[in-house]
């Protein structure tokens, strides 16, 4: 989904390689927090 926004920012690489990068970082560590908290949700109500 965000790979579309940063793929009109790609023109200029050299002024904005570091906002793409920590923005992929941001999205990638709320994506891996989503998906340890639908495991975890999921594991308790298995447990239950």
Do not use: E
């Amino acid at each position: 989904m965000s790979r579309t926004d940063t793929s009109t920012t790609q023109q200029t690489p050299s002024t904005l390689d570091r906002p793409i990068l920590v923005s992929n970082l941001v999205a990638a560590a709320v994506f891996l927090a989503v998906l340890a908290l639908l495991s975890g949700s999921a594991a308790r109500i298995g447990d239950i």
